[in-house]
């Protein structure tokens, strides 16, 4: 497949890393970027055949066959109705929209013309992340209670992010879903989630938005996700993830602490995505790429095209977050919960959501099992009918 790129800044050049990073027949021929000395840099650097400032121009040129949106979030929407009007598939970065009612209008756009839309959610590729989500399903953490994500940095690179107009928000939208897509993960993608309580504050930045958020996310099997995000974190990029499942629990530490280590005096150049020192004890991380998911992701999303078949992020997963976090701005303006509005819901529409209790036998709940220091074994359950808790020790 021949792919064009547009846009030529941060996330480009992460994209464009993983594409050429690997012998592989997709190639990325083409870029474009309103400002035609950086197309043309952006092309020399990555061995482009082809650079423009005109975007429609190179969505419909007969070599592309898929298009990779890079571009600030209040141009996603033209772009993928571009990809959609030259009938080339697309997969553009996230948030998918700046509002659900926006990323709606894509997902409809792809589907009516027929064509693949992919949510580039790289933190749902993470090596760590895809060994979790098997783990999860295959059980090893039995039903999952409740999923946290963390996102946390000191604010991001470029000018649009901080001007809510073009962003669609502040670090909720920009961070949040992330955040919001990988416990909706984790919780399973077949549970509707129903409400949102959310907390947001300006608490660094001279900017009308966010710069800290809190959420809830209460899903129909009684599930719950929860997302922490901040553009007022010091010290680096902070992703952590915790589940916890009745039968276990799993704790991803994804950036600042990956077990590669190291000190200098300062005499080297970049560490790591938004690290903000070069001396003293450093986090680098050993392929930074692969362990932010961009060379899983666009695997998936290559093999999804070429065997027609939905990738694990689709348009409609980034719809799906869009409309969830809009249920979080509505929350935390009220103060109250609010409802998460899907239209189309495609996953379960009933679910059992009373407690995950385990029998002990055929007359008992068990409540709970502790190995004393004793060594011994002692139960604590309860009746199935009169209700009478009891403590059974053993050995
Ligand atoms: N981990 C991730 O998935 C991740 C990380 C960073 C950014 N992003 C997303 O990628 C997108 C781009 O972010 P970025 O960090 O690359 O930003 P950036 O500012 O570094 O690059 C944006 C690109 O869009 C171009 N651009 C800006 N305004 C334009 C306009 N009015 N018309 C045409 N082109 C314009 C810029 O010239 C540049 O090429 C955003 O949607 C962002 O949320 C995703």
Redesign the pocket.
Known sequence: MNVAML??????R?YADALVAQRAKDKLISVY???LD?AKKFADDYQLSFYTDDMDLLVSRPDVDLVVI????N??EAAVAACAKAKKHVLC???LGRNAAEAKRMLDMVEEAGIMGGY?E??CYTPKFLKSAKAIRDGSIGKVLWAKSREAHPG???D?FWDAEQSGGGAMV?LGC?CVEIARNFIGKEIRPLEVMCWTATQVHPIQAEDSAIGLIKYANGAMGQFEVSWCFRGGMDLRDEVMGTEGTIWLNNFLRTGFEMFSTGKGGYVAEKAESSSGWLFPVGDEVHE?GYTNMFTDMFNSIENKTEPLESFYDGYIVNAILDAAYASAKTGRWEPVQIEGWRGNTTEDNGPATASYDDDHYLIKKEILPSGEHKLILKHKVTGEVTVREIG
Do not use: Q, V
Not at 7 to 12: D, R
Not at 70 to 73: A, R
């Open positions: 846009g030529s800044g941060f996330i480009a992460f970027s309103r400002n950086k890079s571009l600030p979030n141009l996603h970065t996230k948030p580039l790289d933190l991001p690179h470029s649009w920009d992330h932010l």
